[in-house]
C-alpha cells in the first residue's frame, strides 16, 4: 500500500505480485485465495498470445475485486541462465516472444481497469544475491536482448508502470540508472508512465 496524495490528484496504490495470480499480502485474512495461473515460462512454451492476454484479464477482473488497483506483473526479463530463481515468471530467452507475451499479459490486465508493470528492468537475471548482482554486458548487446524486449513490450501494451530490477547494471543500480531510466526510458523510447 503507497498511500495518494490527493492534492495532486494522485490516488492510493494498493499492488499485489500478479505474474502467475493474484498474492495475499497477509493482511486479507478473509481472502480464501485466488486462481493459481500457469507459471510464465509454461505460457511461454505455448507461443499462444491470446491464451496469455486471457489469462491477463482474468488476473485484472480478481485484482479489481480484490481492491488492488496496480499488479506487478509482466515479467519481460530474458532467461539467461537456468539456475535463476526467477525463471518461473519470465516467458523465454527469445527477446521477441518474450515481448509479445509481456505485452499481451499487461494488455489482459489493464483492459480490466487495472494498472500493470513490466518488470524488472533491466537484466535482472539472478534471484539469489539479486541486490548485489552486477550485471556486466556490452551496450550493443544490451540493446540488442533485454532493451530490445522492453521497448516492443512497452510500445505495444503500454503498461501504466515499470518497475526496475533491484540489480546492478554496469555497476549502477538499475532503480538509479540514470542512463537507463532517463535516457533511453523516458527520453529514447518516450515512455510517459511510471518508474
Known amino acids: 500500500y503507497t498511500p495518494g496524495v490527493p492534492r495532486l490528484g494522485i490516488p492510493a496504490i494498493q499492488s499485489s505480485d500478479a505474474s502467475m495470480g493474484i498474492t495475499n499480502p497477509g493482511y486479507r485474512p478473509d481472502d480464501k485465495g485466488a486462481t493459481a495461473f500457469p507459471s510464465l515460462i509454461a505460457l511461454g512454451s505455448s507461443f499462444n498470445p491470446e491464451l496469455v492476454r486471457e489469462g491477463g484479464e482474468a488476473i485484472g477482473r480478481e485484482a479489481r475485486v480484490r481492491g488492488f488497483n496496480v499488479q506487478l506483473a509482466g515479467g519481460c526479463n530474458l532467461k539467461r541462465n537456468p539456475l535463476c530463481g526467477r525463471n518461473f515468471e519470465y516467458y523465454s530467452e527469445d527477446p521477441y516472444l518474450s515481448a509479445v507475451l509481456a505485452a499481451e499479459q499487461v494488455i489482459g490486465i489493464q483492459s480490466q481497469g487495472v494498472v500493470s508493470t513490466l518488470k524488472h528492468f533491466t537484466l535482472n537475471c539472478n534471484e539469489t544475491n539479486r541486490h548485489w548482482l552486477d550485471a556486466v554486458i556490452d551496450p550493443d ?11 516492443i513490450a512497452i510500445e505495444r501494451s503500454q503498461p501504466g508502470a515499470i518497475m526496475s530490477g533491484y540489480n546492478k547494471i554496469n555497476g549502477e543500480y538499475a532503480g538509479g540508472n540514470h542512463h537507463l531510466l532517463n535516457e533511453v526510458l523516458k527520453d529514447a523510447w518516450g515512455y510517459p508512465g511510471y518508474v
Open 141 to 151: 548487446a544490451h540493446r540488442e536482448s533485454d532493451l530490445l524486449t522492453f521497448q
